[in-house]
């Protein structure tokens, strides 16, 4: 490998030169049982520099969220934002509504999210503060009829109660997510469960049945099985041995109950009086007597795109799928495949099976995903994508690919990685100074991902040093 990068570097490559060099790395016997593909741009021109196999539709993993983004970001606007809305039914008079309040979520997703500083629960006792109300004498009901949620029915069995596979409800809170707190002693132990925070007050609880976690070396192999909708949970894996208070995370089987719950207690700690219980409510309400006292909003969309895809989250991604949809993912999907075809994207070789690349039946080429990458890097939103990609050796999920030069900060990548699938796709700035576009997908390997990763830093080295 280092004799074939020696022979690269000593030439001036271009396309037809390039070609036989950069395909000679995947021509080994160790490659035959994996399918890699490639494509290689150059963003002014919009010229390929390099193919392989670029119109096979591979399993692109989390660099899927880029297509997400991309299109969120081109149909929603840099400064979208989710809102939640507070209505008020009847008269406002000496602090006291004699009526009920409505709260309408849109899916949200950073509500209490430890990503943001806002918005937080807070935010909607002041508002109600704003407007006099002190007492409401009628109820608190929360219309939750915005989003048709649904869970993945192709997400992995393993994955779908742990924390990245949360779903976006109408309201969400704290990330969708819980944390189970545990103890471990020696080596194979079994380990033990301290406290699940937060925490439902009142039944049905989240509950452990079976815990079957031991201590072991090798980091956090610990996953959360049940149904993702129903409370109890069973416990398989291993965590780290000697550990006090170790934490591991799951997805809430009911975020909009743990809304209600947290808002109320909100409301009960500013001395927020309220009579009738909170309702969640499906069904369609009557808004003809009602009236907006105000919004909650969201941080704009640049700075949603910016985390979900520096820090690959999940929940981000599909609430912009949805949000597309307007509440709708099944939508949200079709909305992408005009746009796709619109742009001149074949159609064919993108299958879109959610919005964040769980899914194992996400089918994307190398080519259509770095058309989008060409795409948006001429548009007025270049700057709020680039901002939220990776970066090597500085930031989020390349923080770590090399702390060394020439990729440490040359290198703008979104990464993504499941079991036999490896995939990068990014902008690369090289010696000369030109900026590449770049999508390289790994799939059906058996190697180890350190040898991956390794083959993926001679491909971009080599990139750097000739064009």
Partial sequence: MKAFLTILTSCWLNYYVAQPYLTQIFQSQEWQNAVVSISVKEVVSRQSVFEHNSHISLVPA???????????????????????????????????LYGDIIIKGYGDPTLESRFFNYPKLNAFTMLLNNKDIKIIQGKVILD?????????????????????????????????????YLKSENENAPVQL????????????????????????????????????????????SIPPFQKTYSIEGALPDPVRMFAQELLSEFSKNKLSVFNTIISNTDTINYSSARLLGTIQSPPLSEI???????????????????????????????I??????????????????????????????????????????TAHQSYFLKSLPVAGESGTMKRYTDTAPLKGNLKCKTGYIQGVRTYAGYLKTKSG??????????????????????SKIFFETLYENF
């Fill in 305 to 335: 795109i910016q985390l979900t895809n520096m820090h690959s989250i999940n929940l981000f991604a599909e609430s912009i799928l949805t949000a597309l949809g307007k509440g709708n993912s099944e939508k949200g999907k079709e909305v």
């Fill in 194 to 237: 301290i406290k699940i925070t937060p925490q439902y007050n009142s039944a049905p609880l989240i509950e452990i049945t079976d815990n079957m976690l031991t201590a072991k070396t090798g980091g956090d192999n610990a996953y959360i099985y049940g149904d993702p909708v129903s409370y109890t949970k069973r416990l398989k894996g």
């Fill in 337 to 378: 495949k005009t746009y796709l075809k619109h742009s001149g994207t074949n159609v064919n070789e993108v299958n879109i099976d959610d919005g964040c690349g769980l899914s194992r039946l996400n089918l994307l080429s190398a080519d259509a995903l770095n058309q989008l990458l060409l795409k948006i890097y001429h």
């Fill in 434 to 455: 030109k900026i590449l576009s770049f999508c390289l997908f790994f799939n059906n390997f058996t190697l180890p991902t350190e040898k991956i990763k390794q083959t």
């Fill in 62 to 96: 989390s660099t899927f969220k880029l297509l997400t983004t991309i299109i969120g970001l081109e149909k929603l606007g840099a400064d979208f934002h989710f809102k939640t809305e507070v209505y008020a039914r009847g008269e406002i008079k000496n602090n006291t």
């Fill in 144 to 180: 939750n009829s915005y989003s048709q949620t649904t869970v993945n029915d192709n997400w992995a069995w393993e994955d779908i109660n742990n924390y990245y596979a949360a779903i976006p409800y109408s309201f969400n809170i704290y990330d969708n997510q819980y944390h189970i």
